[in-house]
């Protein structure tokens, strides 16, 4: 079946550690992004890559960073710089066709910060 | 300009009632309106879009309104079941060499036996 695969689902860290979140799509989908949600905020763009080996910020990149080295990848790490990385962090992949306007989500990841 | 404002927060219907979400944009660019329904700890699934050129879209017990000189619409679920309960965001995206989203703020909603 074709679909987004997130890991881990749940995930914690000690404050000062550097965390990856890994996102993994069979969709044969050349956009993907990434996205964070926190209750009553609905969700915020951190990054998105259109294709592989370039990728842009969204409007809340800071204390993130990215890569898309493969098609199917898209990693993101949370490093120490985010001051409030407890949240949920899903990730989406779409075509780039402008005549198919459809985001397809993973499951997600939850990160907690001890 | 690039907000989407989603109310209510949040939502209680009985069994068989009509659940209505609003939503409102300001950003004329945007040619595509989804809803995608949630349910806890998963990742949403578009439920249901429309383009600008349609007033209204139906699919099954869900339907979208769209108002284009007012700048609104809003997702109707009429007969709702207790397994509608999830939280519903609308979002409004323009393309621009990729999608851009902007996602509502979600709207919770709770359907009683």
């Known amino acids: 079946d074709g679909g987004i695969t997130q890991s881990p689902k749940y995930l914690f860290r000690k404050e000062g550690q550097n965390v990856t979140l890994s996102c993994e799509q069979n969709?044969?989908?050349?956009?993907m992004y990434w996205y964070r949600q926190d209750p009553g905020q609905g969700l915020r763009l951190i990054y998105y890559?259109?294709?592989?080996?370039?990728?842009q910020k969204g409007d809340i990149a800071e204390g993130y960073s990215v890569s898309r080295e493969k098609k199917e990848s898209f990693p993101l790490t949370v490093t120490s710089a985010q001051k409030n990385p407890t949240a949920f962090y899903l990730c989406?992949?779409?075509?780039?066709?402008?005549?198919?306007?459809?985001?397809?989500f993973g499951a997600g990841s939850r990160l907690t910060v001890l | 300009q690039q907000q989407v404002k989603q109310s209510p927060q949040s939502l209680i219907v009985q069994k068989g009632g009509i659940s209505i979400i609003n939503c409102a944009y300001e950003?004329?660019?945007?040619?595509?309106f989804p809803w995608y329904q949630q349910f806890p700890g998963k990742g949403p699934a578009l439920l249901i879009a429309?383009?600008?050129?349609?007033s209204e879209k139906k699919e099954g017990r869900f339907t979208i309104s769209f108002n284009k000189s007012a700048k609104q619409f809003s997702l109707h679920i009429m007969d709702s079941q207790p397994g509608d309960s999830a939280t519903y965001f609308c979002?409004?995206?323009?393309?621009?060499?990729?999608?851009?989203?902007?996602f509502g703020t979600g709207t919770r909603l709770k359907v009683l036996a």
């Open positions: 950003n004329t660019a945007f040619d595509y």
């Open positions: 979002a409004a995206s323009f393309y621009s060499g990729t999608y851009k989203y902007i």
């Open positions: 969709l044969n989908h050349d956009a």
């Open positions: 429309i383009r600008p050129d349609v």
């Open positions: 989406a992949s779409s075509v780039r066709d402008p005549g198919a306007n459809v985001l397809t």
């Open positions: 890559s259109q294709i592989v080996n370039d990728f």
